[in-house]
């Protein structure tokens, strides 16, 4: 017989979004929550991100991941409401919110809960790889893998690297690897643009005289047991490689780092609605999903650059959760946004009206002196750049009900190349 | 003219500097830290380390930083001594590794907690 338990609040994942939706689900009132990780320890991503440059926005001062994780674990510590169980996997998460665990532990075991908070991050893309022809000798990781080999596990790849792709943690893993004393021959970007933080850039890269290839890409892997090199080329502007430009980078390592995507697949089978532009749920100004009593926050519903923020709204979710609880914030009226010129992706895709919202929208190429339109309002940024969330509060008075949606766009700018 | 990036948020402000006279005229910066930054960076440009060391008898490496930012010029020398450096459980977070790292005047913190049995509590 299966062992179903009731509990007002489950919330999945045990990262950072999860364990601040736990703790403010808990300071507004809700009684029963259950605090679901998989892994044998809480703080999600968090221990292996060993560098500092978290907690600025939030606590104000520089932590590194695992300084902030043990933040919150105090913070856990504090509510004894919340009953944490690691070693603990979802495997089902039903629209009416049956939440399905397994553990060594207990075995089976099902939770009837009134609300459901999904929380359970991202993961690695692993595409990248996928479409670069050669041969697939030992010597390739991805950077989060190579991160967790390298932090956690103290394990050292090999003596040259070459590293795909410009994002943050391509970055950091470049910095670290020149630290370790590994050579890090280049880090290559397809775009023509960095798709790291600046500071990133900056502090990883140019502090260390690593090379930055922009609009590079890997045309094939050579070796046999190991990789021994990789072919680089420069790419065109349909993205398409120059190979007759091409040359070769010896290296016995090769580190891809070709971004990250929502972790989903629950979300999909409570028939919470997806956003193609985000890959995460569709979410109101409460984090609620389509599906009632469902919440998403974190990097499940859309990729974060920054944990600060991951916290921030996972907390508003966690609010919410609570007044949804209390019988409040059902049948809400919300107006969708509409994303217009050099806008990829606006979060959340539907705001509710009469209250202000925090947006956390991205651009779809960089740009310089621009005018940010949000319904109403105005305001105007220097440099927008995929690679760097742009916050904007959009207010009540900003929107009207008229209009039937919110366009958010940036006009006027110049292409910044 | 330099242009420089903050670093020390992750607004990155693109932060110019000129010589002017003596001293130097700092614009750009979207606020006093960047300031300070910038001032730092045309100096003695400064940076918090942080790495992993080895706990006798586990198989996790213990998180480590340096508790302030020490000079760049000092990073590799730093490495070299953290590399050597294995520590024993159990560890609390923010205890003191090592005094003066490196010369820099600065110590080597534990980032994350080991108890007695040798796991990382907090990893
Ligand atoms: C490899 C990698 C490296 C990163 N490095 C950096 C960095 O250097 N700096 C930075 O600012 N940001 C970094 N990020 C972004 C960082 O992940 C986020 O800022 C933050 O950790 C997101 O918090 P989260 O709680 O949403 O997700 P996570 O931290 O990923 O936590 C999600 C948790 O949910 C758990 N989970 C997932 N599915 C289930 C399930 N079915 N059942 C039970 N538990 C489940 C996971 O085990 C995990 O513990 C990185 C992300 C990744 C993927
Ligand atoms: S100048 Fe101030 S706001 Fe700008 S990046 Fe530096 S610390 Fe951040």
Partial sequence: MLNTKEVDLVVVGGGPAGMAAAVAASEAGVEAIVLIERQARLGGILPQCIHNGFGLRFFKEELTGPEYAHRFMLELEKHPGIEVKTGTMVIKVTADRQVMTVSAAEGLVCYQARAVILAMGCRERPRGAINIPGTRPAGIYTAGSLQYLMNIEGFLPGRTAVILGSGDIGLIMARRLTLEGIQVKAVLELMPYSNGLNRNVVQCLEDFKIPLYLSHTVTAIHGQKRVEKVSVAPVGADLKPLVEKGFDLACDTLVLSVGLIPENELSLQAGVELDPATGGPVVDSFYHTTVEGIFACGNVAHVHDLVDDVSTESAIAGRAAAAYLRGEIRGTRWLPVKAGRNIRSVVPQRIVTGQATPLYIRARFPERDVLLQVGRGRSRRRIVSPGETIYYTVKPEEISETDGWIGVSLEGGEIDD | ?123
């Fill in chain 2, 1 to 123: 003219m330099t242009e420089l990036t903050c670093i020390v948020c992750p607004v990155g402000c693109r932060i110019r500097v000129d010589r002017d006279g003596n001293g130097l005229k700092i614009t750009g910066n979207g606020c006093p830290r960047g300031l300070t930054y910038a001032r730092e960076e045309m100096t003695a440009p400064q940076r918090t380390l942080t790495a992993v060391v080895e706990v006798a008898g586990s198989d996790c490496m213990l998180p480590v930083k340096t508790k302030v930012a020490i000079p760049k010029a000092k990073i590799w020398a730093a490495m070299q001594e953290i590399k050597a450096i294995t520590v024993h459980p159990p560890v609390t977070i923010g205890q003191v590794l090592k005094e003066d790292l490196a010369g820099s005047g600065v110590a080597l913190v534990a980032t994350g907690t080991i108890d007695q049995d040798e796991k990382r509590e907090n990893l």
